[in-house]
């Protein structure tokens, strides 16, 4: 099993930049392909981007391809997301997730999430 703790949600103009953490705590970590969803008022949780666990696989919604990039560091333990172009429309709770498939499969472990507000 892997704990997951996510950061670097935040207010932002439209147009701006964020960057969202995930820290992993489990020994396994490094096995797990990780993504990050969003879920906004009202609506279901979506898929927004997933690496592979050597970092050399990634795949995005079509929402979010060419502004977002996902990245790892394993040996931080820690997977990012870097939100470029942000529009509001991308408001929502940004979730980390590990699953033990690659494309995501089963969902393993979720963090509690971090809110990100685009004002336009």
């Known amino acids: 099993q892997v704990h997951l703790v996510e950061s670097g949600g935040g207010l932002v103009q439209a147009g701006g930049s964020l960057r969202l953490s995930c820290a992993a705590s489990g020994r396994t970590y490094n096995r797990y392909t990780m993504g990050w969803f969003r879920q906004a008022p009202g609506k279901e949780r979506e898929f927004v981007a997933a690496?592979?666990?050597?970092?050399?696989?990634?795949y995005y919604a079509d929402s979010v391809k060419g502004r977002f990039t996902i990245s790892r560091d394993n040996a931080k333990n820690t997977v990012y997301l870097q939100m470029n172009g942000l529009k509001p429309e991308d408001t929502a709770v940004y979730y980390c997730?590990?699953?033990?498939?690659?494309?995501?499969?089963?969902?393993?472990?979720w963090g509690q999430g971090t809110q990100v507000t685009v004002s336009s």
């Open positions: 997730a590990a699953s033990s498939d690659y494309p995501l499969g089963r969902i393993a472990s």
């Open positions: 690496i592979s666990w050597s970092g050399t696989g990634t």
